[in-house]
């Protein structure tokens, strides 16, 4: 404690300014008149409060002095200097700020002189401020102020105080709540800005206090109990100049008033640019949680601000006179960029921790708890490093870890083959194929692609680019995935976690799910993995009045991430909603009760149509071809027959044999005539079972294959897997105990029979997966289809024959390749197959071709390839007729050169004469150099264009469908698809997200609309 | 309990209409044509007559640049020079080619192949034979000749041809010196048909010719159904003696059985059980075997893969001649025309049921069945224009001898092209992923 005679040296004046105070001020009142060191003269300025804070002031006999209710508190402040007497030469004057919600602690005064006593050079003091309703909640010690505006303390949120900030520290500023000015300077320097009227002044005034040469600390011995009333927007902002009385929009204005007026004339460009952003950045982030107001609040802060730049200039001129160092002398104090992420992560990083794991109280136990005799430094819960195995969450996720790794040994690489196609070896190709409105497939494609593209170009991303390193993770975590997913929903039916940690372990062998993995369905292993979420936020499908509109939006971008991934959803919750709304209507002619019916109503076709939106064009695009709505990305591969697909089994490439029957169908049918819940589930499971097996009979021609192939309709079957196991979770979990106190009955033969059946089922897939299953159609592989040497020709079109299935059911089939094998998402916009094309191609097979070289050309089909194997015959066959010139012959295959000229971009002359004209993979720049026609060997698309000399050519469509153009003079031509729909469209659906999002979001508060309690 | 009947009946509508109403998908179309046929050209000296069944039969000459087919409009068709490709629609056309009073011989024209061997031929001093290699097709085609002798494999001769074209080596340049020769026609590629022609003289005497008809492959077992056997008339000198060729193409040596089938029963020849044969020398053994029959067939085993034939000297009109007896494969449904002709088929299998069907030039037709065990001998009726293989018992082989004023040939009773079935391709992207 400072001597008394070294605390006399100093005169301290409390200058107290009040607006509408009354909540806190008996308090601040209180700890004035109670410090240990007494203050010498208080003083309070009242800016026209419309409370009783001036009779509260008037009843502790302070001095007040009346001001405007637009008053500021810099010029309050100096209001209150003004009405003291003048300085005496032998003491040292100091002022000593006082808000009306702040109360200082009763030894506050007595340590700020005690830290000034030895500091001479120190102008301004500031205590540790503490929360008013949490007292433990340090709010500052020093604040600063960031480059992008934010008030900078350098703590956590919500720190609570352990003394870990202690001591006096060199600080920029402190704030004016409890804050001790030494007199002298303060009138030297001028006081707080007026134009800060609000808000900043206290930054302000330390940073031109440093720069007069003076040192600014906080001593947390000082410590001072602060509402912070204006800044929680706990009474109105009714300073001068500030418009709206928006709390935030001065705080923000003041920020970059601060920034500018005190930076040096050099960081002024870069500040305002950092400025600018942040506060659009904030801005959008104001968006999404529903804050338009604090949007335009931090726009209009900062526009403010620069439409007025006569303002910040007589503020600097204004600084320069008193400054005596540069400004660069308080760079120290300005927190580095890198802090300020680092803090917002680690608030991210907390926010996502506290929101998917809360907290739970009481779960810690004080080592005061434990028994007296025992030794204190034993442990109180002592547990083994392996007892973690015995929680069968462990256990179970690491066994499927194990069975997933050795099934998977042949899936460690770039994957390849069933539904999948070769990985881009990069995330910018996956981006490329999404955005761009001409795809470089077959004859080529303006369809749009599917979203799914975005979603995993997204992904991929995030993972550098590595699109096969993705897929890889992707297709080895999916069980992982799925058992986890899975469990959240069977967590919510049993309290028993070995029922629903089994019962998620046999979800995550579902012949479903093996199937989709081993043939590489991505659409179908999004479904295992999403679908289980939506029951769980959609546990009021009936009532679903009950559901908040934020919770429909949510749920629609699940369904538009399943959209996005296969139409089968789309057809699913169609008929979800039909069935739904008949029921409505049935209720509605009952009790006749319309709103109900309307608000469930809308919200049933919110639910279906907003994600239709989200993933336009490509949905509006199934409209016109309506075998998009039941097919899946990738390849076109048949499913199984009806008699698989009603056992659960969706068959095709990679499916388990018909012998390996899955309980599915026992559960749904027990379950079915239960008297539990469990008979829901069954119905449900039914509801999506009964469609399976009707779609299963169904065949559609869509991906590239112009064959028709049988409809995998593994979607379906998730579905019926999830209502099927969620029913034989609800059955076991009740079933013990009425098996237990009955006698025996049919119920035991029936529970006796599911489980030797799932046992038996689990035991033989497990066995199939890490044997056969391991050899399934989606391998690593680096191997290509195409060779080499016909991918140095940049865009060449190649017939590519090749022998395609297994052995005793091979087929013969064909596409054009544009030199290079298929990527992912190329299979979904591929185009129907040309007929002329189909023609040539069957009789060069036939031997009948006469002109299918012919044909080739015009399509600008520069070589055949034949891939080995082939039928050698075949091969005889196409040397024998004419227009081929064989190019080589290697283990390969066999490679022909159509004879003519033929290329992507074909000049005809007048004279029939054909030109090859230079072309690149999409648009193309060349030179024409006499009148005739530009052939471009690419699908007839309205989009294709070419400019010469400025005008736009005259396009026609060919007699083989493509686009031809007149050329009528010599000069340079430019090609190219113009992309403006697809943009169009593009901006269309990222509206759609965005609006989406913002209406899923949760919704943010004003300060005012939070509670003190929260606040502490 | 109403909903829960409601929905098990659901599903089993659904697998009802699922089990009645599925598409069967038909994965693969198929197209059904008989390839065109090529006859072999009629070189300098020689005559040619092609056998047809129809006079709408339509052909075009190998030097035609178009694709344009014309009709023979005669159901035997003298051939001056070229090769001609003819759209035989399932009927193969026999051509018989001869050098008059010197040599005849017969063979069929057949579609192109991916392998021709040709046991036959000689490339000593006295051969005059002649290898004629057929592009038919309309691109550039590659051929590989590989000869074989008594001194083994001889180097490989590759051959350019252009489209529609046709180049004639001579038998002697293929193993210089060397006496027996196996020739193996290779295509690599383009639409090619072989054809030889073994013809021998010492100086200006012809010591007879024959057309040899290739063997597609080497196998296990050969059967060769018709050998003729000249019966030396009393107080006459036997003439007839045959040599089976043969060759063990792969690189072990074959062991070889050869096993006689005629009317005087089936029997052994003594050494020709187990016979050794080195591989890639060609191996001649002489078979003169006493039996009565006039034509008899040889059944050959072995333990690897061979080529073989037996050539027969006959005498006709008191010249010298041989016959290149080659083997066939296993007897199907098929016609032949044999305008013109009137050979002998001889059928060989150890337990023989055919149906022929025998069209004559008047257009009216007549039914013969042959049965037998062993071998059977079955002659065409004059006026015969094509026999049609209506059924066959398995593992029946036929050959069939025709003698004529200038010498005796051999003909294969096999299809020269076979229905071919062409799956017709479907476009599918999925070839493009490995």
């Known amino acids: 404690m400072a001597s008394q005679a070294s605390l006399d040296r100093h005169r301290v004046s409390a200058i107290i300014v009040t607006h509408d105070g009354q909540t806190w001020l008996p308090e601040t009142v209180a700890a004035l008149t109670s410090q240990t060191r007494a203050i010498d003269i208080i003083i309070a300025v009242d800016t026209d409060s419309q409370d009783n804070s001036l009779q509260l002031l008037k009843s502790a006999r302070i001095q007040v002095i009346n001001a405007e209710r637009t008053c500021g508190f810099g010029e309050a402040v100096s209001m209150g200097v003004d009405s003291l007497k003048p300085r005496h030469a032998d003491v040292i004057e100091w002022i000593w700020l006082i808000h009306d919600d702040c109360a200082p602690a009763p030894t506050a005064l007595e340590f700020l002189l005690d830290a000034v006593n030895e500091r001479p050079q120190v102008a301004m003091v500031g205590p540790k ?28 949120p919500l720190e609570y105080d352990q003394g870990q900030h202690d001591g006096i520290h060199d600080v920029l500023s402190v704030s004016t709540a409890g804050a001790l000015i030494r007199r002298d300077i303060f009138e030297e320097i001028g006081g707080f800005d007026k134009n800060l009227a609000l808000f900043r002044d206290d930054v302000d005034f330390g940073w031109r206090t440093r720069v007069a040469g003076h040192t600014v600390v906080a001593a947390t011995r000082a410590v001072v109990f602060h509402a912070q009333a204006s800044a929680t927007e706990r009474r109105t902002i009714d300073v001068e100049g500030a418009l709206l009385h928006r709390p935030l929009l001065l705080d923000r204005r003041n920020a970059a008033y601060v920034l500018l007026a005190n930076s040096s004339w050099w960081m002024i460009p870069w500040l305002s640019l950092q400025l600018l952003s942040s506060a659009m950045a904030r801005a959008i982030g104001y968006l999404l949680v529903k804050l338009p107001g604090y949007a335009s609040d931090e726009l209009l802060a900062v526009a403010t601000l620069l439409i007025k730049p006569g303002l910040i200039f007589r503020a600097r001129r204004d600084r320069k006179a008193h400054r005596f160092v540069s400004s660069r002398i308080v760079s120290s104090y300005i927190p580095p960029r890198w802090s300020q992420l680092r803090m917002s992560i680690s608030r991210l990083l907390e926010g996502i921790r506290s929101r998917l794991l809360p907290d739970i109280g009481g779960s810690s136990q004080s080592i005061l708890d434990s028994v007296e005799d025992e030794d204190l430094l034993v442990p109180t819960k002592g547990s083994r490093w392996f007892n973690v195995f015995r929680k069968p969450e462990v256990s179970g996720f690491l066994f499927l870890a194990v069975i997933t790794l050795i099934a998977s040994r042949m899936r460690l690489g770039s994957l390849i083959g069933g539904a999948l196609p070769a990985s881009p070896s990069g995330a910018r190709d996956l981006w490329r194929s999404y955005f761009e409105s001409w795809h470089q497939v077959g004859m080529g494609s303006s369809q749009a692609s599917p979203p799914w593209i975005a979603v995993l170009a997204i992904l991929a991303t995030v993972l550098f680019g590595k699109t096969p390193l993705l897929l890889t993770l992707f297709f080895l975590l999916a069980p992982l995935a799925m058992m986890w997913s899975i469990l959240t929903l069977f967590r919510k039916l049993t309290k028993n976690s070995w029922i629903s940690l089994s019962a998620s372990f046999i979800y995550a062998i579902s012949p479903v799910a093996i199937a989709a993995i081993n043939s590489g369905r991505l659409a179908t292993v999004v479904a295992l993995i999403v679908a289980p979420q939506v029951p769980i936020l959609l546990i009021n499908w009936k009532k679903i009045e009950l559901h908040t509109w934020r919770q429909i939006f949510t749920l629609t971008l699940i369904f538009g991430l399943l959209y996005a991934f296969t139409l089968v959803t789309f057809v699913i919750l169609a008929g979800l909603v039909i069935f739904a709304v008949v029921g409505d209507y049935q209720g509605f002619v009952l009790n006749g009760d319309r709103p109900l019916f309307l608000t469930r109503l809308y919200r049933r076709f919110v639910l279906l149509l907003v994600p239709f939106l989200l993933t336009a064009p490509y949905s509006f695009e199934a409209l016109i071809s309506p075998s998009k709505f039941l097919s899946e990305p990738g390849i076109s591969l048949p499913g199984g027959g009806a008699h698989l697909v009603i056992l659960g089994n969706p068959g095709g490439v990679g499916s388990l044999p018909w012998w390996l029957i899955s309980p599915m169908l026992l559960i749904l049918l027990v379950a079915l005539f239960s008297s539990s819940r469990a008979k829901g589930f069954a119905i449900y499971g039914l509801g999506f079972l009964a469609p399976a097996v009707l779609f299963s009979s169904l065949s559609i021609s869509t991906h590239g294959n112009s064959a028709r192939e049988r409809v995998w309709v593994g979607t379906f079957l998730v579905g019926a897997t999830i209502a099927a196991s969620a029913a034989g979770v609800v059955i076991l979990d009740r079933i013990r105990g009425v098996l237990v106190s009955s006698n025996f009955h049919y119920r035991h033969i029936l529970a006796a029979l599911l489980l030797i059946v799932t046992a038996l089922y689990s035991i033989v897939t497990i066995g199939w997966s890490i044997s056969v299953g391991a050899t399934s159609p989606v391998q690593s592989s680096r191997s290509t289809v195409m060779p080499a040497f016909l991918s140095v020709e940049k865009d060449t079109k190649t017939l590519v024959l090749r022998e395609v299935g297994s052995f005793g059911n091979k087929s013969i089939q064909y596409y054009i390749s544009r030199g290079r094998d298929i990527t992912l998402g190329e299979p979904d916009v591929a185009p129907r197959q040309t007929l002329r094309i189909a023609v040539a191609a069957q009789e060069l097979i036939d031997g009948s071709g006469i002109s299918s070289s012919q044909t080739f050309a015009d399509f600008g089909i520069k070589y055949v390839f034949v891939k080995s194997p082939f039928d050698r015959s075949i091969i005889r066959t196409i040397d024998g007729l004419g227009g081929f010139t064989r190019a080589s012959a290697t283990t390969n295959g066999v490679v022909w050169r159509v004879q003519g000229v033929t290329g992507r971009l074909i000049f005809v002359g007048a004279d029939g004469e054909r030109t090859l004209l230079e072309a690149g993979e999409v648009g193309a720049r060349t030179t024409v150099d006499r009148p005739g026609r530009v052939l471009l060997t690419e699908s007839y698309d309205r989009s294709w264009q070419i400019f010469e000399n400025g005008y736009r050519l005259e396009r026609i469509e060919s007699e083989q469908g493509l686009p031809l153009f007149i050329a009528t003079e010599s000069g340079e031509i430019s090609l190219l698809h113009d992309g403006t729909i697809r943009r169009a469209w593009l901006s269309f659906e990222l509206i759609c997200w965005i609006f989406v999002i913002i209406l899923a979001a949760p919704s943010g508060r004003r300060k005012r609309e939070i509670s003190e309690k929260e606040l502490a | 309990m109403k909903r829960s009947i409601y929905a098990l009946l659901a599903l089993a509508l659904s697998f009802t209409l699922a089990t009645l109403l599925t598409v069967t998908t038909k994965s693969s179309v198929f197209s059904e044509s008989y390839p065109a046929v090529v006859c072999p050209p009629t070189l300098s000296g020689l005559s040619s007559q092609i056998s047809l069944s129809s006079r709408k039969t339509a052909f075009q000459r190998l030097s035609n640049r178009s694709t344009k087919t014309i009709p023979f409009n005669v159901l035997r068709y003298p051939v001056s020079k070229d090769s001609l490709v003819i759209s035989a629609t399932g009927v193969t056309p026999v051509v018989w080619q001869s050098r008059a009073g010197s040599w005849a011989g017969g063979a069929i024209c057949s579609g192109p192949t991916s392998s021709q061997w040709f046991v036959g031929g000689s490339s000593d001093v006295t051969s005059r034979g002649r290898l004629m290699v057929i592009n038919s097709g309309l691109s550039e085609a590659i051929v590989d000749v590989q000869a074989y002798s008594e001194n083994g494999k001889q180097p490989l001769v590759s051959l350019n041809l252009k489209s529609k074209s046709y180049i004639v080596l001579n038998l002697d340049s293929l193993a210089t010196g060397d006496k027996s020769l196996t020739v193996h026609v290779l295509p690599r590629s383009g639409r090619i048909n072989a054809f030889m022609i073994d013809e021998l003289g010492a100086g200006l005497q012809s010591l007879g010719g024959d057309l040899v008809n290739p063997i597609t492959s080497p196998s296990r077992t050969l059967v060769i159904p018709a050998i003729p056997n000249q019966i030396p008339k009393k107080g006459q000198k036997a003439s007839g003696s045959h040599t089976l060729r043969v060759l063990t193409p792969s690189d072990v040596d074959a062991n070889v059985t050869v096993e006689l089938l005629s009317a005087d029963g089936r029997f052994i020849p003594v050494g020709f059980n187990s016979r050794r044969i080195s591989s890639g020398i060609v191996t001649e053994l002489r078979l003169s075997p006493k039996i009565s029959a006039s034509a008899f067939a040889v059944r050959i085993k072995s333990d690897e893969p061979i080529v073989a034939a037996i050539s027969s000297r006959v005498t006709v009109k008191g010249r010298k001649d041989f016959v290149w007896s080659t083997p066939t494969p296993a007897l199907v449904p ?100 490995p």
């Open chain 2, 334 to 433: 098929m016609a032949m025309a044999v305008t013109g002709l009137t050979p002998l088929i001889a059928f060989a299998s150890d337990s023989i049921a055919v149906k022929v069907e025998v069209t004559y030039l008047n257009g009216k037709k007549s039914l013969a069945t042959i049965k037998g065990s062993d071998i059977a001998t079955w002659r065409v009726p004059n006026a015969a224009r094509s026999i049609t293989i209506i059924k066959a018992s398995s593992e029946t082989y036929a050959g069939a001898l025709v003698a004529s004023a200038n010498g005796y040939g051999y003909l294969p009773i096999t299809p020269g092209s076979l229905l071919t079935r062409v799956e017709i391709p479907s476009s599918n992207i999925r070839v493009l992923i």
């Open chain 1, 129 to 156: 401020l503490l929360g008013w309703h949490d007292r433990t909640h340090i709010l500052e010690v020093g604040i600063s102020i960031a480059g992008n505006g934010a008030r900078w303390t350098g703590l956590e």
